[in-house]
């Protein structure tokens, strides 16, 4: 019989506490306690049995991002060993315990405690691959970020702007939150429920329009948006949080000739969610390290108080991430 664990799971009524045996550390995999868990829009449908590409599903282990120290490696794992800080996305991450692929995960950076990294590595690597891999930022270019007040949208204003940006535009709705974007680096901050919001976006730009979207939206939003890129410009499309299905206009998206991407984790191959990770690992841990990057957390919750922090994550309140507390020793405010 094998050592056991406290995790959440999803059930038809919503999250439960569920005792769960505790994982292994297979040959190549490693088990990290875990000290810290955030929470992801994701997990709010997840909790009762919707799957989220191969994680979730009914009665499994809920979570998708956390930090800890390494408790055991498995054989054939090599530059990492027990004790060691790291961080990552993975599933199952609301529990005492996780296995992961070192290949997947990153080392935390000296200062930063557990549960500030447990608020970075689904925003870091996500924002990276929309901005440089998909995006094909160059310093110098403008950038629009659709739901810049998000988590995500957070990051992606950060990376912008130390990447180069001359200008980075970010959108919400929300007036406060729109005050604190240029804590973030945020050039401009710009209400898309105006109806000359666009207008606004030109005028930032010199009547151009943006080089670089990054679009968490999408919804009814698509054909301004377009409007806002510039002729020849690109919109990476990482979130729909205002609409799935959409009326495009394609002859307005043709005559400014951009370029749509579309980007998710949910269908890429192992070797590919490795070599994303990677690249942002040797990006930003020496910008996280220095305080250059951050993420705002928004509260901490305790483990066992895991129904508040899904229903402040309901009530879209927050600003940053809200994190989970898996002992007493992490501290209570990053």
């Known amino acids: 019989m094998g050592a056991h664990m406290q995790t959440i799971v999803s059930s038809a009524e919503g999250g439960t506490l569920q005792d769960m045996e505790a994982p292994r550390a297979g040959p190549g995999m490693v088990v990290v306690r875990v000290h810290a868990a955030a929470l992801n829009r994701a997990d709010l449908a997840m909790l009762t049995g919707a799957s989220h590409g191969f994680a979730g599903g009914m009665g499994m282990p809920l979570g998708l991002e956390w930090a800890g120290e390494i408790a055991a490696v498995g054989a054939k794992v090599e530059g990492f060993q027990v004790g060691d800080r790291v961080m990552g996305a993975g599933p199952g991450a609301f529990a005492e315990f996780v296995v992961a692929n070192p290949k997947w995960i990153y080392r935390i950076p000296n200062g930063l405690s557990y549960t500030q990294a447990a608020a970075l590595p689904v925003s870091l690597q996500t924002m990276h691959d929309a901005l440089v891999s998909n995006g094909q930022f160059v310093a110098g270019q403008t950038v629009l970020v659709q739901g810049a007040s998000s988590a995500m949208g957070l990051m992606a204003v950060q990376m912008a702007k130390q990447l180069g940006a001359t200008t980075v535009i970010g959108t919400s709705t929300d007036a406060a939150r729109r005050a604190q974007l240029a804590e973030f680096g945020a050039d401009y901050a710009i209400n898309t429920q105006d109806s000359d919001w666009v207008r606004q976006v030109h005028k930032a730009t010199r009547m151009k329009g943006v080089d670089l979207c990054i679009d968490l939206l999408a919804g009814p939003l698509i054909n301004d948006t377009v409007q806002a ?106």
Do not use: C, Y
């Open 229 to 334: 890129t510039r002729i020849g410009g690109r919109i990476v499309n990482v979130g729909r949080m205002a609409g799935e299905r959409v009326e495009l206009d394609l002859d307005q998206h043709s005559q400014r000739r951009i370029t749509h991407v579309g980007v998710t984790f949910r269908t890429r191959t192992p070797v590919e969610i490795a070599d994303t990770i990677a690249r942002a690992s040797e990006a930003w841990l020496a910008p996280l390290a220095a305080g250059r990057v951050r993420m705002p957390v928004d509260q901490v919750f305790a483990f066992a108080d895991f129904r508040s922090a899904f229903e402040r994550m309901a009530q879209n309140r927050h600003f940053g991430k809200i994190v989970l507390a898996m002992d007493a020793a992490v501290p209570a405010a990053a």
